[in-house]
């Protein structure tokens, strides 16, 4: 029987749009602690011993250290072997607010419960839900409240996707705890210490989902440092309005393979914003794909189902012997050119020493290379041999 997955919800932010007011968040954090039932138990055993030794008696929330840098850099260490998951979403509401013209709460939050019901409809099969019953915020309610109308349990009362009776005050906190930590990235006045921050619990990440949808997101704050700004800026645009229309196109779809190269892009957006200018190892990118499912993604499957298809759509991905990334310059496109070239060449030059030794034995009778299928394979090789006569 596979093992029941839980998602320990809460949020972070308000719900304002008056932005020249410096009480009012410019970003709304959601934010769900993914945790295996076989692992919940140990999991608030070691989160309450984190608690108690670096949060003071007075002290009642994990947010009242945000004002202290090297206890939340404590806190985070301590934290990251531990068995969880973070999925998050991050909505950034200036853009909601130029975007749709929306700057009325009500409006906004039924908004945000339709968009996050839809994604997770489209990531999980099973998910328990479990929010915060003692304190509900507004969102959380309304989106209780949607789930519960959306998903209608069967004949046994059970529902696939829905909310579940667990309790766990210690992970609720936890999921705001992630969620204020998450929000320092994305607040008026950057603090310095986000990517450290960022860097511990990196590996705990599934994705970070930012909306709304627009290249501008990931554009905003990156610093072309290239004589070659002009086709940089095109290269990067490209490849990230390629990858929203790919997902926009299949996001409905329930064939595993697309589920699986969706999740693939939005887990390269996800690593733009954060780390444009960094590849991302195939092992920590099988690592987020497989940690919401129970079929594991191995790296064979994983590179020609996922990556090759989807540059058989056209989509730019760079890659290299550091893993992948979506392209934000001429030289990382190279990089994929260049780890290519030293597969396919070497692979052409033993085609072409093969059939030269049977035309050879033959006395050219036979062409291993004749048939039609082969015919684009042929011309290159006899081109080759044209440059070396």
């Given at each position: 029987?596979?093992?029941?997955?839980?998602?320990?919800?809460?949020?972070?932010?308000?719900?304002?749009?008056?932005?020249?007011?410096?009480?009012?968040?410019?970003?709304?954090?959601?934010?769900?602690?993914?945790?295996?039932?076989?692992?919940?138990?140990?999991?608030?055993?070691?989160?309450?011993?984190?608690?108690?030794?670096?949060?003071?008696?007075?002290?009642?929330?994990?947010?009242?250290?945000?004002?202290?840098?090297?206890?939340?850099?404590?806190?985070?260490?301590?934290?990251?072997?531990?068995?969880?998951?973070?999925?998050?979403?991050?909505?950034?509401?200036?853009?909601?607010?130029?975007?749709?013209?929306?700057?009325?709460?009500?409006?906004?939050?039924?908004?945000?419960?339709?968009?996050?019901?839809?994604?997770?409809?489209?990531?999980?099969?099973?998910?328990?839900?479990?929010?915060?019953?003692?304190?509900?915020?507004?969102f959380m309610n309304a989106f209780i409240?949607?789930?519960?109308?959306e998903c209608i349990p069967d004949l046994?009362?059970?529902?696939?996707?829905?909310?579940?009776?667990?309790?766990?005050?210690?992970?609720?906190?936890?999921?705001?705890?992630?969620?204020?930590?998450?929000?320092?990235?994305?607040?008026?006045?950057?603090?310095?210490?986000?990517?450290?921050?960022?860097?511990?619990?990196?590996?705990?990440?599934?994705?970070?989902?930012?909306?709304?949808?627009?290249?501008?997101?990931?554009?905003?704050?990156?610093?072309?440092?290239?004589?070659?700004?002009?086709?940089?800026?095109?290269?990067?645009?490209?490849?990230?309005?390629?990858?929203?229309?790919?997902?926009?196109?299949?996001?409905?779809?329930?064939?595993?393979?697309?589920?699986?190269?969706i999740d693939f892009l939005k887990f390269?957006?996800?690593?733009?914003?954060?780390?444009?200018?960094?590849?991302?190892?195939?092992?920590?990118?099988?690592?987020?794909?497989?940690?919401?499912?129970?079929?594991?993604?191995?790296?064979?499957?994983?590179?020609?189902?996922?990556?090759?298809?989807?540059?058989?759509?056209?989509?730019?991905?760079?890659?290299?012997?550091?893993?992948?990334?979506?392209?934000?310059?001429?030289?990382?496109?190279?990089?994929?050119?260049?780890?290519?070239?030293?597969?396919?060449?070497?692979?052409?030059?033993?085609?072409?020493?093969?059939?030269?030794?049977?035309?050879?034995?033959?006395?050219?009778?036979?062409?291993?290379?004749?048939?039609?299928?082969?015919?684009?394979?042929?011309?290159?090789?006899?081109?080759?041999?044209?440059?070396?006569?």
């Amino acid at each position: 029987m596979n093992d029941i997955q839980y998602a320990f919800f809460n949020e972070y932010g308000d719900y304002g749009f008056d932005f020249d007011n410096s009480d009012v968040s410019t970003h709304f954090m959601i934010t769900a602690i993914l945790v295996k039932d076989t692992d919940k138990e140990g999991l608030e055993g070691e989160i309450e011993r984190i608690w108690q030794k670096y949060i003071q008696n007075g002290e009642k929330h994990f947010s009242y250290i945000k004002d202290q840098p090297e206890r939340m850099l404590q806190i985070l260490n301590e934290m990251k072997d531990l068995p969880f998951k973070i999925y998050a979403y991050v909505i950034d509401k200036q853009k909601i607010r130029e975007n749709s013209g929306v700057t009325y709460k009500n409006t906004f939050i039924k908004y945000l419960t339709r968009k996050v019901l839809e994604d997770l409809s489209n990531t999980y099969e099973k998910l328990d839900i479990i929010s915060d019953d003692q304190e509900p915020k507004e969102f959380m309610n309304a989106f209780i409240n949607y789930v519960k109308q959306e998903c209608i349990p069967d004949l046994f009362n059970y529902s696939s996707f829905g909310f579940n009776n667990t309790k766990s005050d210690i992970l609720i906190k936890l999921a705001e705890y992630t969620a204020r930590t998450l929000a320092i990235g994305y607040e008026k006045n950057l603090s310095k210490y986000y990517q450290s921050f960022y860097k511990i619990i990196k590996s705990q990440i599934v994705r970070i989902n930012l909306w709304p949808h627009d290249y501008r997101n990931f554009l905003y704050d990156y610093k072309v440092d290239s004589a070659d700004i002009k086709n940089d800026e095109v290269i990067i645009k490209q490849a990230v309005n390629l990858a929203y229309q790919y997902i926009d196109k299949y996001r409905k779809s329930d064939d595993e393979d697309e589920k699986l190269r969706i999740d693939f892009l939005k887990f390269l957006l996800f690593n733009l914003k954060e780390n444009p200018d960094e590849y991302v190892y195939t092992q920590e990118i099988l690592n987020n794909l497989n940690a919401i499912r129970n079929i594991e993604l191995n790296p064979h499957n994983f590179r020609s189902n996922i990556v090759s298809k989807l540059r058989d759509h056209g989509l730019l991905i760079a890659s290299s012997n550091k893993g992948y990334k979506l392209p934000v310059c001429l030289a990382d496109l190279y990089d994929f050119v260049n780890l290519s070239s030293l597969t396919i060449f070497p692979m052409i030059q033993r085609i072409a020493k093969c059939r030269d030794q049977i035309l050879k034995a033959t006395n050219k009778e036979i062409d291993i290379l004749e048939q039609k299928e082969y015919e684009y394979l042929k011309r290159v090789i006899e081109m080759e041999i044209l440059k070396v006569k």
